[in-house]
């Protein structure tokens, strides 16, 4: 990044993985503008006040965005752009959810799961195109969990027609909620990395920018809050018991490692060009077999656009195709 002021924006930036990485592009360059984007606005001030006093930049705020809400999601944006802050040049889209005790919903219907890790950041990154410096960056926080081959432990991805993801049969299935809850994670990442090849294919045949488009891997960080809706035993096991794989199992990693990597797909100049490609932790690698299917990025594309209802004012790409 270059000396000058410029804006990062971060969702979910007021803790584990999103704070290490707002702590790392704050401490990068003082001149960085960090916004921590989160539904909770206490936990968003606690944040900031401690990221104030680690990184000694001043720098540093947050604005309200509920990635379950629509409405929500166009209110940030809006509110972003009366702001006087310096330009935007980079969206971290790391917030995340993973459900495994019921099926929850977001408040447009959606099962939020996917309404909340892929189609929140969908209507985000494209309302905020516009306003990204023409050299700026976009990093989305996928899983090695969208991939079987890596043996992670979790459920395949299953892609589906978009809308089945968006409105699920509660009926067709008699596999435990539990498994279910864990499929529609590994799936919500799996279009993560769908929207991220899509996004950046469309930014360089449809505009003059050099806007690039990423995606991130940040291994099992256990002990951060996606177990929010394990059951007790499960949590405790989450918390206290596997961190001890980040000393000797690879790619399970602590936030702080895996936030230092993440912060240097803004930060550092050697990315300057990179684009429409996945990292596990600072290491470009291939996603999986099926990340890379056309066809399937393609109608996730087209329905997300139903679905968020974007219109062609709020992006700078052609949203109807």
Partial sequence: MSPRKQTVIITGGNSGLGYECAKKVAEFDKNNHVVIACRNAV?????????????????????????????????????????????????????GVQFIDKTHFTKDGFEATFGVNHLGHFLLANMLLEQITHSGRIVFVSSGTHDPLKKTGMPAPVFVAPKLLAYPDHTSSNEAIFLIGRRRYTTSKLCNLYFTYELASRINQQTETNITVNAFDPGMMPGTGLAQSYTPFMKFVWKYVLPALTLFVPNVNTVRQSGKALAALVTDSKHNRTTGKYFEGTKEIQSSELSYNNENRKQLWKVSVELSKLNKTETILEASQ
């Fill in 43 to 95: 936990k968003a001030k606690k944040a900031v006040d401690s990221l104030i006093q680690e990184t000694d930049n001043s720098n540093i705020t947050s604005l309200e965005l509920d990635l379950s809400s629509l409405e929500s999601i166009r209110g940030f944006v809006h509110e972003f752009s009366q702001k006087d802050y310096p330009p935007l040049y980079a969206l971290v889209c790391n917030a």
